[in-house]
């Protein structure tokens, strides 16, 4: 299963870090995406990384602020935010999926994280 942590509160602006702990599996056969799903919104696609590592992909809202990474000696997934602004707030989620994929929709994705909440707020 999958485990974000890294949420809170931080204004507009500024910078948060979430991390995604994989158990169960070797996160290193696996492409790793983020979602978020904010208040009376669809989930969305905000980054993926494929398996081998050698690929992202970015939602173009986030391009250029958000980074994708991952560390597969320690079974752990990262999204990097900056400058950082209100329409970011929302519910964010990591997911793994074992087909080589690139994709920022959901359906490839078999695990999912329990998702941590990201506020932006003065």
């Known amino acids: 299963h999958l485990v974000e942590s890294g949420g809170g509160l931080v204004q507009p602006g500024g910078s948060l870090t979430l991390s995604c702990a994989v158990a169960g599996f070797t996160l290193g056969g696996h492409a790793i995406a983020w979602f978020r799903q904010a208040p009376g919104k669809e989930r969305e696609g905000v980054a993926v990384?494929?398996?081998?590592?050698?690929?992202?992909n970015y939602a173009t809202s986030v391009k250029g602020r958000f980074t994708i990474s991952r560390d597969n000696a320690k079974n752990l997934g990262y999204l990097r935010m900056n400058s950082l602004k209100p329409e970011d707030t929302a519910v964010y989620y990591c997911?793994?999926?074992?087909?080589?994929?690139?994709?920022?929709?959901?359906?490839?994705?078999?695990?999912w994280g329990q998702g941590t909440q990201v506020t932006v707020s003065s």
């Open positions: 990384q494929t398996s081998s590592g050698g690929s992202t």
């Open positions: 997911a793994a999926s074992e087909f080589p994929v690139d994709t920022l929709e959901s359906w490839p994705y078999k695990y």
